[in-house]
């Protein structure tokens, strides 16, 4: 294991428990969740149903349901440990049921494979109830930019 994998991983560890609102992600900040499981090649964090996060018709928007998930696997991928910034090429994103506004949901994400340059990850969104709100798969595609010369 590299010092970039231990030090993300050790990061993210002072982190449990806390509102996630100063990463580097600008969007997820927004988002507001909270990390409760962190690991190399696992990651969960609750969100609570915002308003500002619904549709029209007052349960969570599909675009924010794959925020949640994106940003969850981005982190995890990021503890997972590149020296290089890798970035999604896709997610496939399956909505299988309503939130509503005030619901605490947990997302949870698992790299399913790990390659020299493509990570592949899932992830799934529940409720309390554990009914399943939406489900994704992800390729993650490693980058030149090395970490380091974005300050990581």
């Known amino acids: 294991m590299s010092d970039s994998k231990n030090t993300g991983l050790e990061f993210f ?37 915002r308003p500002d996060m619904c549709n029209p018709g007052q349960i969570l928007h599909g675009g924010i349901a794959s925020l949640m998930l994106d940003d969850v696997i981005g982190m995890g991928n990021f503890v997972a440990g590149s020296e290089y910034l ?45 009914k399943f709100v939406a489900k994704a798969s992800s390729n993650l595609i490693k980058t030149h930019v090395k970490l380091s010369e974005l300050g990581f």
Do not use: C
């Open 86 to 130: 890798m970035t999604s090429i896709n997610l496939n994103v399956d909505f299988l049921s309503a939130a509503q506004i005030g619901e605490k949901l947990e997302v949870t994400a698992k790299l399913i494979r790990s390659g020299s340059n493509l990570n592949h990850w899932e992830a799934v969104i529940k409720k309390e109830s554990g």
């Open 13 to 49: 560890k002072t982190q449990l428990g806390k509102t996630l609102d100063k990463t580097p992600s600008a969007a997820g900040n927004w988002l507001g969740g909270t990390l409760l499981e962190i690991d190399l090649h696992y990651i969960k964090v609750s969100y609570v149903v």
